[in-house]
């Protein structure tokens, strides 16, 4: 496993991290959770994410009993914050009010006394820039959380939070959290760009594209799979895109890879990602992603690769 420093700051993530979405706590039982934990440490993963909407808290409290035992400082967790937890007027947005009392709740479902990270899971037009960033002051003050960062902030809203974090504590976020993968990648017109220049780091989700880049959809939508249930990822089942795997494919093939690797391996390549965060289901698909990060691209492949992907930045 290889590390990165998140943007300038001197903390170091895996480039292969593990995230709890749409699993731990849902559709992972417990048991599996800790062996799929246990297997990604054993490959080098240092960072969990997770958040407090995942699962209404069940994905937190998953990762808190897969973790228990561990020693903590061995460890990168993130949490986030945002999403209505309840029917409570306050129990939602980016306020003060909001922050605190939302990081305690992650801290006793994760079995912490702290987050490395904690996420701005997204922009709060309620709430001003000015009181979100001293909220997270606050906590860091606190030492509940060493950085924190935000998620799915458009370059504009990112630029002003790194604005009013400098000029009223003299330190900004460290750390967006976007979509990226091969078959979206709006992030490299403004958000690669504004967060490079501001010294931030980049953790992706959905590298593989929700399935989409493991080739499992190239020919059927298999049944039960997510595919299948998913109306979000039903609407991505598009021919265009199916064709692009099917394409994309055969150059992993070639590679003697599989197309998730492949998938990973790009995202890698790019100095900006500190991080790509995979879901898996099973330590076979941990390991299995874990290859990712000793593969390379000769400049013929990558060209090859433009060509098939061409207009994925709109």
């Known amino acids: 496993m290889k590390y990165r420093k998140l943007g300038k700051a001197g903390i170091k993530v895996s480039e292969l991290s593990l995230g709890g979405w749409l699993t731990y706590g849902a559709t992972v039982d417990d048991g599996r959770t800790e062996k799929i934990v246990k297997t990604a440490i054993e490959h080098g993963v240092n960072f969990i994410d997770i958040a407090d909407i995942y699962a209404k808290g069940k994905s ?22 945002f999403w209505p937890m309840t029917e409570n007027i306050n129990d939602r947005g980016l306020s ?17 006394d702290y987050l490395d990270l904690y996420f701005c ?9 000015e009181e979100v960033v001293r909220a997270m002051d606050y906590l860091v003050n606190q030492g509940k959380i060493l950085y ?12 002003q939070a790194v604005g009013e974090a400098n000029k009223i ?11 990226y993968n ?11 760009p504004v967060c490079a220049r501001n010294g931030m780091g980049l953790v992706v989700w959905s590298p593989l594209a929700q399935g989409l880049l493991t080739g499992k959809y190239n020919d059927s939508v298999p049944e039960k799979s997510r595919g299948g249930s998913s109306e979000w990822l039903k609407n991505e089942l598009i021919p265009e895109k199916i064709e692009k795997c099917k394409q994309l494919t055969e150059i992993a093939n070639e590679l003697n890879i599989k197309l998730s690797q492949l998938a990973l391996a790009w995202i890698l390549r790019r100095p900006e990602v500190s991080s790509a965060i995979t879901g898996a289901t099973s330590p076979e ?16 492949t990558l060209e090859r690769i433009e060509n098939i992907l061409e207009n994925d930045r709109a």
């Open 148 to 159: 924190w960062g935000t998620s799915l902030w458009t370059a504009a809203q990112i630029e």
């Open 60 to 81: 937190e409290l998953a990762i808190g009993k897969a973790i228990k035992g561990m020693t903590r400082s061995d460890l990168v967790i993130s949490s986030k914050v």
């Open 96 to 112: 003060r009010k909001h922050i605190v009392e939302s990081v305690e709740k992650s801290l006793k479902r994760i079995g912490t």
């Open 285 to 300: 698909q941990v390991a299995e992603n874990m290859v990712a990060g000793d593969v390379r691209f000769d400049s013929e």
């Open 121 to 129: 899971h997204r922009f709060d037009p309620d709430t001003e820039v």
């Open 182 to 192: 091969m078959l979206d990648r709006k992030i490299e017109e403004e958000i690669m």
């Open 169 to 179: 504590l003299g330190y900004q976020p460290m750390v967006e959290q976007p979509r």
